[in-house]
């Protein structure tokens, strides 16, 4: 038999076995390639996904230059966002337990309000200067806190308030428009001295300022020597569950309690779903005398 004839169906048996083998494993590497490929892609849209995300998470809103507060925009969103608002307001500092009282807030990362008095010494505005710094918003209280001399006469109330309005910009940088009554609006302090309230809230409100009172008062300023709880107790059993609320506590030398009542203050609202916000342009007027009945 011719050797040959007999080797060419092996031969072409062979070649078609070879190149069978050659189309899989083109096959099979065209689809790990897609496999590899769609990993990728995966991949890379997860990552995408994340870094969408974690963008969201770490949004900043930008300083505004002479704003109060210094953070102006992000104050004013958490405000319009919450449900349920409580503002933490102090009075008559800055003080020696200032940074006490900033040192909590920070911990808790909550921002108050303080309407201030005219000091003079360099610690007590270094302490001022940091409420605002830390994004805290700044407000007039008055100069002196002397009831004979700031409702002396309508011109002597007004050179208070503008001279504490020099004061707070000198110290901080700011032109804040924010002010509380030393008394509250709705004193009869003033007209035993001689100055009609209701004149000092239309000049207010023709010279762009916008003033606060409040609604709970943790009566830290009455003379009674409250424990912490006491002063927390003072302000939590007057408020319901729901609502809005500007709480009065004060910055003074003496009140080391207000200091140390707070985290029972702040833990217990926060527990109840309150979110604490700060004064800003937005806030809706607490007062005891409105602003539209004169």
Same mark, same amino acid.
């Given at each position: =038999?011719?050797?040959?004839?007999?080797? *060419?169906?092996?031969?072409?048996?062979?070649a078609a076995v070879a190149a069978l083998i050659i189309i899989m494993v083109a096959v099979s590497g065209s689809e790990n390639g897609s496999?590899?490929?769609?990993?990728?892609?995966?991949?890379?849209?997860?990552?995408?996904?994340?870094?969408?995300?974690?963008?969201?998470?770490?949004?900043?809103?930008?300083?505004?230059?002479?704003?109060?507060?210094?953070?102006?925009? +992000?104050?004013?969103?958490?405000?319009?966002? *919450?449900?349920?608002?409580?503002?933490?307001?102090?009075?008559?500092?800055?003080?020696?337990?200032? %940074?006490?009282?900033?040192?909590?807030?920070?911990?808790?990362?909550?921002?108050?309000?303080?309407?201030?008095?005219e000091k003079e010494e360099d610690g007590e505005k270094k302490a001022l200067k940091r409420c605002y710094d830390e994004g805290h918003t700044?407000?007039?209280?008055? =100069?002196?806190?002397?009831?004979? +001399?700031?409702?002396?006469?309508?011109?002597?109330?007004?050179?208070?308030?503008?001279?504490?309005?020099?004061?707070?910009?000198?110290?901080?940088?700011?032109?804040?428009?924010?002010?509380?009554?030393?008394?509250?609006?709705?004193?009869?302090? *003033?007209?035993?001295?001689?100055? %009609?309230?209701?004149?000092?809230?239309?000049?207010?409100?023709?010279?762009?300022?916008?003033?606060?009172?409040?609604?709970?008062?943790?009566?830290?300023?009455?003379?009674?020597?409250?424990?912490?709880?006491?002063?927390?107790?003072?302000?939590?059993?007057? =408020?319901?569950?729901?609502?809005?609320y500007m709480i009065l506590l004060h910055d003074t030398n003496a009140k080391d309690n207000t200091v140390l009542s707070l985290p029972k203050?702040?833990?217990?609202?926060?527990?109840?779903?309150?979110?604490?916000?700060?004064?800003?342009?937005?806030?809706?007027?607490?007062?005891?005398?409105?602003? %539209?009945?004169?």
């Amino acid at each position: =038999m011719n050797s040959k004839k007999i080797l *060419a169906p092996i031969i072409t048996a062979a070649a078609a076995v070879a190149a069978l083998i050659i189309i899989m494993v083109a096959v099979s590497g065209s689809e790990n390639g897609s496999k590899v490929a769609d990993k990728e892609t995966t991949t890379a849209s997860a990552q995408t996904t994340v870094s969408q995300e974690t963008e969201s998470e770490t949004t900043t809103f930008e300083e505004e230059a002479g704003s109060n507060p210094k953070n102006k925009k +992000e104050a004013e969103e958490l405000e319009k966002n *919450a449900e349920k608002r409580v503002y933490l307001t102090f009075d008559d500092g800055p003080s020696a337990n200032t %940074d006490d009282v900033l040192d909590v807030l920070k911990k808790y990362d909550i921002k108050a309000t303080f309407f201030d008095i005219e000091k003079e010494e360099d610690g007590e505005k270094k302490a001022l200067k940091r409420c605002y710094d830390e994004g805290h918003t700044i407000a007039i209280h008055t =100069m002196t806190h002397d009831y004979d +001399e700031v409702y002396g006469s309508l011109e002597n109330w007004k050179a208070d308030v503008l001279g504490q309005q020099k004061y707070l910009e000198e110290v901080t940088g700011i032109k804040t428009h924010f002010y509380r009554f030393p008394g509250g609006s709705s004193n009869t302090i *003033a007209a035993k001295r001689g100055t %009609d309230i209701e004149d000092c809230i239309r000049w207010l409100n023709e010279n762009g300022f916008k003033y606060y009172d409040w609604n709970i008062d943790n009566e830290d300023s009455t003379g009674t020597s409250f424990t912490p709880d006491q002063l927390a107790d003072n302000v939590l059993d007057y =408020m319901s569950d729901e609502g809005d609320y500007m709480i009065l506590l004060h910055d003074t030398n003496a009140k080391d309690n207000t200091v140390l009542s707070l985290p029972k203050i702040i833990e217990t609202l926060q527990g109840k779903g309150f979110t604490f916000c700060q004064i800003t342009d937005n806030t809706k007027y607490f007062q005891h005398r409105k602003y %539209d009945e004169v």
